[in-house]
Nanobody
Framework: QVQLVESGGGLVQAGGSLRLSCVASGRTFSSRSMGWFRQAPGKEREFVSLITWSGTTYYADSVKGRFTISRDSAKDTVYLQMNSLKPEDTAVYFC????????????????WGQGTQVTVSS
């Protein structure tokens, strides 16, 4: 069993930055790849980024060059540093855990956090 708790969301002006954190409980964190997804009102949940258990990172094209994912296994925490934020980044952001090495499909993640709201004003 893995429990995930996100934090760090908030309201920021366009061009600003936020850092999201996701703290995991459970003994399997270090062996799981961790992903970030987001969901805007009226839209489907979409893949943002993933970091594998070995540290390889992947990004959606829409955030590449602006967002950075990282993990601290000693703290069982995964981070999403978001820079140069745009109004279209506004969404609820979720972290999730998967046993797969890489997947951008939400259906392949078996543990989810409750989400944290990110609002970017223009």
């Amino acid at each position: 069993q893995v429990q995930l708790v996100e934090s760090g969301g908030g309201l920021v002006q366009a061009g600003g930055s936020l850092r999201l954190s996701c703290v995991a409980s459970g003994r399997t964190f270090s062996s799981r790849s961790m992903g970030w997804f987001r969901q805007a009102p009226g839209k489907e949940r979409e893949f943002v980024s993933l970091i594998t258990w070995s540290g390889t990172t992947y990004y959606a094209d829409s955030v590449k060059g602006r967002f950075t994912i990282s993990r601290d296994s000693a703290k069982d925490t995964v981070y999403l540093q978001m820079n140069s934020l745009k109004p279209e980044d506004t969404a609820v952001y979720f972290c999730a855990a998967t046993v797969l090495y890489y997947t951008d499909s939400a259906a392949r993640y078996d543990y989810w956090g409750q989400g944290t709201q990110v609002t970017v004003s223009s």
